[in-house]
Nanobody, 114 residues
Framework: QVQLVESGGGLVQAGGSLSLSCAAS????????MGWYRQAPGKQRELVAT???????NYADSVKGRFTLSRDNAKNTVYLQMNSLKPEDTAKYYC????????WGRGTQVTVSS
């Protein structure tokens, strides 16, 4: 059983910054891919960014240059630094771990006011 515990998020003004973290526990491959997805009201869940155990990252075009995803394999934790936030970044952000199976966190709300 894999558990993903998210922290961070909250309310920020446009142009501000927030950081999210996600700690994974349980039994999973050290080659798992971790990352973040988000879902705004009335919209489908979408990719934000992912990172491999080797540190290779993949970002959605909408966040490139503003968000940075990093990973600490010793702590099984990923960190998402979000800068220059925009109102359209408002969503519930979900941590994701993918190996043979896919696991999700419960989500944390990010709200960006204009």
């Amino acid at each position: 059983q894999v558990q993903l515990v998210e922290s961070g998020g909250g309310l920020v003004q446009a142009g501000g910054s927030l950081s999210l973290s996600c700690a994974a526990s349980g039994s999973f491959s050290r080659f798992s891919i971790m990352g973040w997805y988000r879902q705004a009201p009335g919209k489908q869940r979408e990719l934000v960014a992912t990172i491999t155990s080797g540190g290779s990252t993949n970002y959605a075009d909408s966040v490139k240059g503003r968000f940075t995803l990093s990973r600490d394999n010793a702590k099984n934790t990923v960190y998402l630094q979000m800068n220059s936030l925009k109102p359209e970044d408002t969503a519930k952000y979900y941590c994701n771990l993918r190996e043979i199976l896919t696991f999700w966190g419960r989500g944390t709300q990010v709200t960006v006011s204009s």
